[in-house]
Structure formats: structure tokens, C-alpha cells
């Protein structure tokens, strides 16, 4: 029962530095999203994807990249990390709760990568 | 565009008492609405969620009623414990260009002291 699990949980980087967290879930999902928490901002989105091949850019997607070459991995790249990308990234991944007409999705998601650069 | 505004925290309380966390919303069409909470040092997790108007999530002594009238969703517990102590977020589906997505509040620290 692993859910979704991030890589790596920690890390830290030099400004200008290029780094991968990645995303798994195992529960045959269609559908992955990258969002960051800051304080007093709550989660907000940076990448998504509803499929296998497919990714689309969410409200903040500045400075990073995403692929999605396996249904259950999501990767989230940052090219040249900068200090305002010192975050808490949760990876979440989804299934439609009913019809698509209900609207509900109910997503999973994460423990976290903390990240902090300098 | 969507939107969801939360009321500000933290929220301090005494164990027993009772619980109210605000969350109002902005959006075309009818959403589906949701309460997440984060504990510490951990992920989210799905609290209640509602699909249409009137619908009432409940789950762990918690509730919220979906008001279209007043485009809310508060959160209510009838007594509170410790191990309620979290972040809380307001959350609604936004099915624009099919993608699911969240769309959250900033999070209500809820603190909950014996």
C-alpha cells in the first residue's frame, strides 16, 4: 500500500543547481500533479498531467519542467534552481470519484520533498 | 477565475470545544468541494468532500454543507481533541481544460491545546 511516494524527502541546493523529484504512485492513476506549498499560500499548482505522455502547465510553472514517459512516474525538474523555488513539493495523483459530470476528483497525495536553495 | 478563500489562523482552542474554520468560493459552473488537513510532517489528506449543492461531508466527527446560496463550505467539529491539531484546507475541483485540479485556500492552522 505505498500510495504515492516522492524522491527524495530532503535536499539541499547551491543557486544554479539542477535537480529531479521524482513522483510514484501505484495506483494505476491517470492523473499526476506537481503543486507547492508556501506559508500563507496553501498549494499551488505547477505542472499536471492527465496521461501517460501528456503534461500541461499549471499556475506557476516558471522554472520548471515535468515528464511523464511511465503512467505511475512524474517527474518534476528544476533546470537552475533559484531561492524562490525553496518550497515543500507534493506530488498527488488521481482517479474521478463517479461520473466526470460530478466533477469530484479525489486526489492523493504525498509525504513531501522539502527543498531549499541557496 | 476559481478561487477559494479560507478564514485566517491559527485557530487556537481548548479540548471539547467547538470548531468553525470558514471557507468560501468563487466559481463558474458547480464544482465539487473538499476538505483536506495536513498533520505535521506529512502529506494531505482527503478530510469530507461534497459533489452538488445541499450535499453534507462528514467524517470523523467532522462536517461541511455545500451552500450554493452563499457559496460556502465551513467546516464544523462538535469537540474538538489534541490529535485534531493540523492544517486545514478548503479545496474545489476545477474541470477547465479537463485537467481535475485542485484549486486550494491558503490553510488554517488549527491548534488544539488539553
Known amino acids: 500500500n505505498a500510495g504515492v511516494t516522492q524522491t527524495p524527502k530532503f535536499r539541499v541546493l547551491k543557486t544554479g543547481q539542477s535537480m529531479t523529484l521524482l513522483c510514484a504512485q501505484d495506483?494505476?492513476?491517470?492523473?499526476m500533479y506537481w503543486y507547492r506549498q508556501d506559508p500563507g499560500m496553501g498549494l499551488r499548482l505547477i505542472h499536471y498531467?492527465?496521461?501517460?505522455?501528456?503534461?500541461a502547465k499549471g499556475e506557476v510553472p516558471d522554472g520548471y519542467n515535468v515528464s511523464r514517459l511511465k503512467k505511475q512516474n512524474f517527474l518534476l525538474g528544476l533546470e537552475s534552481a533559484a531561492p524562490s523555488q525553496t518550497s515543500v513539493y507534493f506530488c498527488?495523483?488521481?482517479?474521478?470519484?463517479?461520473?466526470?459530470?460530478?466533477?469530484?476528483?479525489?486526489?492523493?497525495f504525498g509525504a513531501g520533498s522539502r527543498l531549499t536553495v541557496l | 477565475g476559481n478561487s477559494v478563500t479560507q478564514m485566517e489562523g491559527p485557530v487556537t482552542l481548548s479540548e471539547e470545544a467547538f470548531l468553525t474554520i470558514n471557507c468560501t468560493y468563487t466559481?463558474?459552473?458547480?464544482?465539487?468541494l473538499f476538505w483536506y488537513v495536513q498533520y505535521p510532517g506529512e502529506g494531505l489528506q482527503l478530510l469530507l468532500k461534497?459533489?452538488?449543492?445541499?450535499d453534507k461531508g462528514s467524517n470523523k466527527g467532522f462536517e461541511a454543507t455545500y451552500r450554493k446560496e452563499t457559496t460556502s463550505f465551513h467546516l464544523e467539529k462538535g469537540s474538538v481533541q489534541v490529535s485534531d491539531s493540523a492544517v486545514y484546507f478548503c479545496?474545489?475541483?476545477?474541470?477547465?481544460?479537463?485537467?481535475?485540479?485542485?484549486?486550494f485556500g491558503q490553510g488554517t492552522t488549527l491548534q488544539v491545546k488539553p
Open positions: 466559481a463558474t459552473g458547480y464544482p465539487s
Open positions: 495506483m494505476n492513476h491517470e492523473y
Open positions: 479545496a474545489l475541483s476545477d474541470w477547465s481544460g479537463n485537467t481535475g485540479k485542485l484549486i
Open positions: 498527488a495523483s488521481s482517479y474521478i470519484a463517479g461520473s466526470p459530470s460530478s466533477g469530484a476528483n479525489v486526489l492523493t
Open positions: 498531467s492527465v496521461g501517460e505522455g501528456t503534461t
Open positions: 461534497a459533489t452538488k449543492a445541499d
